[in-house]
């Protein structure tokens, strides 16, 4: 059984809202003879994407993440990202007023180096999670469903995310093009980070393998130990 994992990028007049769901499933890979089991294979897969129209009242916005955390699939089995830079502070507290039925992980996204933890929000570099998503693309660790109805839109999005460097030699990342967003990007950047802060490492040490089965009887074998 999977678990899902929402990441919400919260737009304003101009920008959308954007809510991603990824689903993280482990799957039996290659038997390794050597250590005797089957190597554990985990992936994200990008399940749901949806945009919220322009001009939509927070209030509202709050409703529809609480509908998409309290479904069927999702409820009692999922953590909640949330962009609280700016305007996202009020609404995070308006979604915790809401009671999404899951963890809330609110983050706010910032130009700096270091992820760091000030007053209950993660401050996350908005550097980690574009290239976060970036390296789980080229390790084909992220599976983007077929038919999603943004779909095109956030390969569009990845298109033209580009990399400026500021006076100071800081990296920004974004789509710098009149008339571009970056909402989808966000919002499946924070679903996939949260994954990583619930799971982390999970090549590491016994992540890495599935149980033979065999273990149990062995040892029950005469002579067994």
């Known amino acids: 059984m999977g678990r899902y994992f929402v990441g919400v990028d919260l737009g304003q007049s101009r920008d959308y809202t954007a809510i991603a769901v990824v689903e993280r499933v482990e799957l039996k890979g290659a038997w390794e003879a050597a250590v005797w089991a089957w190597r554990k294979e985990i992936l994200l897969r990008l399940r749901f994407l949806e945009r919220v129209a322009l001009g939509t009242p927070y209030p509202e916005v709050v409703e529809r993440v609480v509908q998409v955390t309290r479904s069927a ?12 830079t700016g305007v996202g502070r009020p609404v995070v507290d308006l979604l915790r ?34 290239v976060g998503l970036q390296v789980l693309l080229q390790r084909r660790e992220l599976q983007i469903a077929g038919g999603l109805p943004e779909g095109e839109a956030l390969l569009k999005e990845m298109a033209d995310i580009q990399v400026k460097v500021s006076l100071a030699g800081n990296e920004q990342f974004g789509a710098w093009r009149e008339g571009t967003h970056d909402d989808l990007v966000l919002a499946v950047s924070l679903a996939c980070w949260n994954a990583g ?26 002579g067994g130990n």
């Open 197 to 222: 802060k619930i799971y982390p490492n999970p090549a590491q040490g016994k992540e890495r393998w599935w149980t033979n089965g065999l273990e149990d009887a062995a040892v029950k074998l005469p």
């Open 97 to 130: 007023g809401a009671r999404p039925g899951c963890p809330l992980m609110p983050a706010i996204i910032t130009g700096g180096g270091l992820e760091t933890m000030d007053q209950g929000y993660y401050k996350v570099p908005k550097r980690d999670l574009i």
């Open 73 to 84: 699939h999702l409820a009692g089995r999922c953590h909640l990202a949330v962009d609280g």
